[in-house]
């Protein structure tokens, strides 16, 4: 018999999980990478600068504070995808550093500060 989170599981496919609350799906094979995943979020969020951006895993359990794990561009998906099935964690588009002048942000790219603030705000 299969196990209910089995069910749950698609193969070749990470979710990734977006602050304003959208779920973006990516289906890849064995060359791609998280900077592959960068890049096609990168045009469907329409940034035009993601320097301050990465993708990270986030562990949370109810007696912890959740734990963040930065992912490395170079780092192949198929194993980020294991890491998210099975150890309970969550792939999601964060903030990695905070810009240092915010103001020129939001000139360069009014999209990368809204998705900024989101997250700060």
């Known amino acids: 018999m299969l196990k209910k989170e089995a069910l749950l599981l698609i193969p070749s496919v990470l979710k990734v999980f977006l602050e304003n609350g ?6 890849f094979d064995g060359r791609t990478t998280v900077k592959d995943v960068m890049v096609t979020l990168q045009d469907r ?5 993601i320097e301050h951006f990465a993708l990270v895993l986030e562990y949370s359990s109810p007696e912890q504070n959740p734990r963040f794990l930065l992912l490395q561009d170079k780092q192949p ?8 099935h099975y150890h309970g964690m969550r792939c999601l588009f ?26 700060v705000g």
């Open 77 to 84: 998906l198929a194993h980020v995808v294991q890491r998210t």
């Open 22 to 27: 959208q779920i973006k799906s990516f289906t």
């Open 45 to 49: 969020l329409s940034l035009r600068h």
């Open 94 to 119: 964060r903030v990695s550093f905070f810009p240092k002048d915010p103001v020129e942000l939001l000139r360069r790219d009014p999209a990368a500060f809204e998705y900024l603030y989101i997250q």
